[in-house]
């Protein structure tokens, strides 16, 4: 596997707060990276400054030329409403490919011609959210990184926007970035694993070693795993 | 001949606003366009002094009081709407004491009566800039206000587009007061593309419609100044405004 990022001492600010500080990972095609750790932590700035959109410290050192794409935490339809654009409209800002968009929609199990002439705004927080994880794959990104992709998501959704991206790095060697809670995730899907916490980093090249002492540590209180029926579910 | 003059000149400016509209109003800056067409008395009024066009004179205005707002913006813990106010009431401030009363009404309410051939030209070379570099960047523009983030992954250059599109606003305004005066030039970009969002949730007709209302508007007005002599620029506004009146009775809900 050929290296496609390789972070250095890396460190980030907010006003005078160090919210990452000398943190170092590296990541192979094909990875898919789960970002983990409590609220507040850093999670999503770190995505943001791997794709360059807030000033680090620090060495961030892509693969030459790599296309990203990005779902980002926070976008909402109703930051939206006012926007006097529809879904369709919003593809055409990235594609003139629409089957591709059908696809994507497809993929997800939801039907692209239902919403296709809706407002952006007046979406469902579940069908915004899908728009988005559309979108971050749309032009066949070569890393794609998805903060809390599954935020209004029902479960079925989920699952299905689990295998596509499992696939994307599976077939196409997409590496993948991924900041979620939700820790069945890590062990069903995940190569690698990223922890943040207020006193520690830890990388880990495999989630089977990720248990629950370590869940504890990151999250600084005790954690307790339910067993659920979901197929690989641990 | 100055009748058609006239025509022209009010169409294209009316239509190339409406268009640059349609992008401040999906990024809720249309209401800058005021604060703006009010930056550019100062200049209007040296315009006037020195007998020059009031374009000529609106345009360095505009754009350098931007620059202070866009400086004070990044170095003051100011919102934008108060660093607006302030500057732009200086302006004002600044530009009466200059500016002769006998010539006032031309620098807020607009004149273009005595437009000539070379003027109409100017406007009309001016304004297909302006619409031919908005559809460049018309698209990159909506997807920086749906997100600067993901316009940012795309590989769009915010900045860049950005003061392109604060340039083209400049560019428009200080040809709007030549049609409508400092007073009205945030009527002439809102009025036509709220309208158009009463009606429509499409882009590609939203910016259509908005262009079309806008073009009428201008095109009754001058017909109504033809045959009534009143104001053209407030005219225009008020056709405006009674297309916008006919929109509310379709305005489209989700």
Same mark, same amino acid.
């Given at each position: 596997m050929k290296t496609i990022l390789e972070v250095k001492n890396l460190t980030i600010e907010v006003g005078q707060e160090?919210?990452?500080?000398g943190l170092s990972f590296s990541l192979d095609e094909g990875d898919i990276l789960t970002i983990l750790g409590p609220n507040g932590v850093g999670k999503s700035m770190l995505t943001k400054a791997l794709l360059g959109l807030v000033p680090y410290q620090g060495q961030i050192e892509w693969r030459k030329k790599v296309k990203f794409g990005y779902l980002p935490?926070?976008?909402?339809q109703l930051s939206l409403?006012?926007?006097?654009?529809?879904v369709e409209d919003f593809f055409h800002l990235k594609t003139s490919d629409l089957e591709k968009v059908e696809r994507g929609f497809r993929e997800l199990g939801a039907e692209y011609h239902l919403i296709k002439d809706k407002k952006l705004g007046s979406l469902s927080g579940g069908q915004f959210q899908k728009v988005l994880f559309v979108w971050s794959n749309l032009t066949d990104p070569e890393v794609i990184v998805l903060d809390e992709?599954?935020?209004?998501?029902?479960i079925i959704s989920q699952e299905k926007m689990y295998q596509k991206f499992h696939w994307l790095s599976q077939k196409k060697q997409a590496t993948i970035i991924l900041v979620t809670h939700d820790l069945n995730v890590i062990y069903k899907y995940s190569t690698s694993v990223l922890c943040l916490s207020h006193k520690f980093y830890c990388s880990l090249p495999?989630?089977?070693?990720?248990d629950i002492k370590l869940f504890s540590k990151v999250y600084e209180k005790p954690v307790r795993l339910y067993n659920h029926h979901l197929r690989g579910g641990k | 001949m100055n009748i058609l003059l006239i025509t022209v000149s009010a169409l294209v400016i009316s239509a190339a606003s409406a268009y640059l509209g349609t992008i401040m109003l999906q990024r809720e800056a249309v209401l800058t366009a005021g604060p703006l067409g009010h930056l550019a008395i100062p200049g209007a009024a040296l315009a006037l002094i020195y007998g020059f066009d009031v374009s000529l004179g609106a345009f360095p205005f505009v754009i350098l009081g931007g620059l202070v707002i866009w400086y004070l913006e990044k170095y003051t813990t100011l919102k934008t709407e108060a660093i607006t106010a302030v500057i732009f009431a200086t302006a004002v401030a600044v530009g009466f004491l200059f500016l002769p009363m006998d010539k006032a009404e031309a620098v807020l309410i607009? #004149?273009?009566?005595?437009? #000539?051939l070379l003027q109409t030209g100017v406007i009309v070379v001016a304004f297909l800039f302006i619409a031919a570099v908005l559809r460049l960047i018309f698209k990159k523009m909506v997807l920086i206000t749906v997100s600067e983030d993901l316009a940012k992954v795309e590989g769009i250059n915010v900045s860049w587009y950005k003061l392109v599109y604060f340039f083209l606003i400049s560019l428009t305004i200080a040809f709007g007061i030549r049609l409508v005066g400092g007073l009205l030039t945030a009527a002439l970009v809102s009025i036509p593309t709220a309208a158009a969002k009463n009606v429509t949730s499409k882009l590609s007709a939203y910016t259509l419609v908005a262009v079309v209302i806008s073009s009428f508007s201008s095109l009754l007005g001058v017909l109504s100044f033809y045959l009534t002599?009143?104001?053209?620029g407030p005219l225009i506004i008020v056709f405006n405004s009674l297309f916008f009146a006919i929109s509310l009775f379709f305005i489209k809900r989700e």
């Open positions: 160090k919210i990452i500080n935490q926070g976008l909402t409403k006012n926007l006097p654009l529809s992709p599954n935020s209004n998501m029902d495999h989630p089977k070693k990720i | 607009g #004149n273009i009566t005595d437009v #000539n002599h009143l104001p053209l």
